[in-house]
Structures are given as structure tokens and as C-alpha cells.
């Protein structure tokens, strides 16, 4: 099934198929932190829609190159290490382990490529020069080489690719020197950053002076030397649209003279609890305040895939709960099927009729609710025709494994029960059944007690008695 999926570009839901001569393969980038602070679960949505994409080619049976950069070397990262006087590489480094570590939590697959900016300052340096070999970026005044939107537009270029921005009243050679910058402030933007003293220690040589390179920059450079100089699929969240993206592809089609991507895809943003994200309103969440509350990276997975990644998604505690609730559903019919299944062979072909409504959907520009409505009517089906008596051991077989082709995608699925229950705890139910051998009912009752006080419940189940979620 052909996989649709809106393009920013040409603000239309397009057939996607890669330009490469393997039809299978997919470049994929994906604007990765700026490594300067947690990211926040507004970023995350844009994360977790990555690899919702990633695991959707995966999924349709695409050989996907996933790159993802690093950006460690910014405006806002030079900020911090002067205010907590520390190196580049300390500070960043902290943010950059942390951040793997919160990807990791919420079950996204790792990039193929996570190119760093500092390490990719030679290409960088090699590319600002064939944009002004081509004379579409000049050394000004102050020693830093900005990107001419007049040149490029004289090339018969198209600046405002993404969105519609009202370059018919750019002022010629107006330059704005931050990385980051609103609609109104079109410019020409800094590529090449000449050193100035707030700069400390954060500098390389080029031929045009000491400096730094510009935010944007550095993703044309690292996405066009791992994937080539025109690419699949470029991915990031919307807020980046402008001037980010659109200085992405200024950059690298006024290098190249080619396209530089063939389909762009932008997730929304994140209110929470019905607002903007504020730390002075009290709902600004990284995924560790969240983790800190007592939710799993897993329900906070599932919950920012619940909404359609080009709508705006209001991000709730009580959503949350929720997820845990939806999420013990389907644990639940898991579970049953596991014991039932124990180890038989599969009976049947694995492509239900539930997993084809589900690829459908996904299909379909990625429409997750209806992707979701396959799975719980499964789970509802399931749990009538497991109450009834009615699964055989090779037909539960077979709904597991696709379960397991579905989940591929998800990635919520429980891991097997025995990993996910503590050892302290087996210890204690062995402690209980040991108990109750015993004829002491007074220390199996204590167990079993303090068992439900640390959220789990003894079920006995015919091989004897589990652990389960109170
Ligand atoms: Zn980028």
C-alpha cells in the first residue's frame, strides 16, 4: 500500500517514494537538540513523531537512513558556559548524555547518524565558500559572512519555500547576526560568526577570521554529507518552519544549484493543560518532572502518539492517567495471550484483518487515531473470545505475533512480565508462597500486604500465584 503523507512544500498529502535507485531506501533527517538544557516534552513530541515516521517506513518495508545532528555549538549554549563559566564540550556533553538517555525512555530507535556540529566544522567552512564563490554570501563589516537572500533570489531561487514570507519588502542587505529570529526580521543571516569576546573560548580559524558557524548552517552541512545533496525526507517541528528551514534550503540549493529535499514534514505544537508552555505557569515538563510524578516514559509515549502529528495536541496529567488506564488494556489481552500461547507455533497468517485497517491508516498521513481504534477493537475482540474459552494456544500465537507486527510501530508493547517485575519483589511473593506453605498466615498475609502497599496484587493463577499492577 502506497504510503501518503502530507509535504510542506506543497502543502498537499503526497504519494511518498524515495528518489534514490533503490526504491527501498530512505534518507531521513531530522533537526536534532540544541544540547543546552532537557529537552522539554513539547521537543519530545517532535521526537517521538520522528520515529513514529522512522518505524512507519520501517513498518512498509523501507531500508531507512535516519540522521539526526547535535547541535553543540549555538547562541544559547555560548550563553550558558560563559553564566556557569565551564568548556563547551563539559556542558554540552551533560545535556547531549541526558538527552539519549530520555530517547531511550520513551522507546524511540536511535538515529543511524548523530553528526555533531564541532565535529563538522571543516565541512561547514567548505560550504559557506561555495556559497560565496557563487556569490550568494559576502564577508561584511564586522567580519561575519552572511547569506544574501537578494543574490539568491536573483538566481531565480525561491526564499520562503515552506511558508509564505513577504520577501517583496526585505530590505536589501539588512542583516540580523542571531541564530534564531522572527517572520519580521527577514535578512540576510549570519552563516559565519566572527569571534567577539562573548564568545570566550568557543572559536575556529576560517578564512575569514576566528568565529563560529551560524545555527543554520550547520544542518545543511552535516544532512547534505550523510545523505547527499538532495534527500528524502526532512523532518522537525513547526516552530522551525522560519527561519530555520527555510535557511536550510536556501543554503544548500544555493550551493548545489539542486533540490535539497523532496518531502518536509512538520509536527504541531504542544499546549499543556490548554496553554503554552511556561516555566511561570507551572506547566513547563521535562520528560524527568514527568517521570518525577510517577509516570513511565512509556505512558508519556503513548500519549503523545495518540494525537495527529500536523494537529496542535493538549498535552494533560490527566491524559496521562488516561494512558496508563488504555495502556493496562492492552497489557492485560498481552498477558492472557502469552500464557495461553506458551512458546506453540502460530496458527494461521499473521496479516489480520485488524493489522490491515491499521497499516491502512498509517498509511494514510499517519492517522493515528484510526491506528489506535484497530488495536482496541482487537483488544475488545480478544478479551470476549478469551472469556469465552474460545483461543486456541496456536490462534493466541498468531494474535501475538500480530500484536508484536503492530507494536513494531507503537513501540508501547509490555516487556515480557518476569523483566518487569523488580527482583525485591519476586523475592517477596516467593517469600509469601513460602509462607503460606508453612501454615503461617499471619506472615503471608504481612507479605502480601506490603506487596499491595509497594502497587502490586497476587493473582494465583493454574501455575501458581503472579504478580500483578495493583
Ligand atoms: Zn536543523
Known sequence: MALKLFNTLTRSVQEFAPAGPDPKKVGMYCCGPTVYD??????????????????????????????????????????????????????????????????????????????????????????????????????????????????YRGCGCVYGQLQK????????????????????????????????PADGNVFWPSPWGEGRP??????????MKAL?????????????????????????????????????????????????????????FTLRDLQAKGFTGREVRYLLLTAHYRETFNFTLDGLRS???????????????????????????????????????????????????????????MNKRLAAGSVTAAEAAAALAAWTRADSVLAVGAKVEAAEIPAELTALLAARQAARQARDFKRSDALRDELKAKGWVIEDTPKGPKLKKA
Not at 551533560?94 to 524511540?108: G, I, K, P, S, V
Not at 567580519?143 to 543574490?151: P, Q, T
Not at 551560524?214 to 544532512?223: D, K, N, P, V
Not at 485497517?357 to 492517522?367: T, V
Open 38 to 151: 532537557f529537552a522539554h516534552i513539547g521537543n519530545w513530541r517532535t521526537f517521538v513523531f520522528a520515529d513514529l515516521v522512522r518505524r512507519t517506513l520501517e513498518f512498509s518495508g523501507y531500508d531507512v537512513k535516519h540522521v539526526m545532528n547535535v547541535t553543540d555549538v549555538e547562541d544559547k549554549i555560548i550563553k550558558r558556559i560563559q553564566e556557569q563559566q565551564t568548556t563547551l564540550r563539559e556542558f554540552t556533553g551533560r545535556f547531549e548524555t541526558a538527552f539519549f538517555d530520555d530517547l531511550q525512555a520513551l522507546n524511540c530507535r536511535r538515529p543511524h547518524v548523530t553528526p555533531h556540529a564541532t565535529e563538522h566544522i571543516p565541512e561547514i567552512i567548505a560550504l559557506i565558500a561555495k556559497l560565496t564563490a557563487r556569490g550568494v554570501a559576502y564577508q561584511a563589516g564586522d567580519g561575519s559572512v552572511y547569506f544574501s537572500i537578494e543574490k
Open 165 to 196: 514570507l513577504k520577501v517583496d519588502e526585505l530590505r536589501v542587505g539588512e542583516r540580523v547576526a542571531a541564530d534564531e529570529y522572527d517572520k519580521e526580521a527577514v535578512a540576510d543571516f549570519a552563516l559565519w560568526k566572527a569571534r567577539v
Open 228 to 284: 547527499g545533496e538532495t534527500f528524502d525526507l526532512h523532518l522537525g517541528g513547526e516552530d522551525l518552519k522560519f527561519p530555520h528551514h527555510e535557511d536550510e534550503i536556501a543554503q544548500s540549493e544555493g550551493a548545489t544549484g539542486r533540490p535539497f529535499v523532496r518531502h518536509w514534514l512538520h509536527g504541531a505544537h504542544l499546549l499543556v493543560e490548554g496553554k503554552k508552555m511556561s516555566k511561570s505557569l507551572g506547566n513547563f
Open 323 to 381: 494512558a496508563q488506564a488504555a495502556l493496562a488494556r492492552i497489557d492485560e489481552c498481552v498477558g492472557k495471550l502469552r500464557e495461553l500461547a506458551a512458546g506453540a507455533p502460530a496458527a494461521g497468517e499473521t496479516e489480520a484483518p485488524w493489522l490491515a485497517a491499521f497499516a491502512a491508516a498509517l498509511a494514510d498521513d499517519l492517522n493515528i487515531s484510526a491506528a489506535w481504534a484497530a488495536v482496541f477493537n482487537w483488544v475488545s475482540e
Open 214 to 223: 551560524g545555527w543554520h548552517i550547520e544542518c545543511s552541512a552535516m544532512s
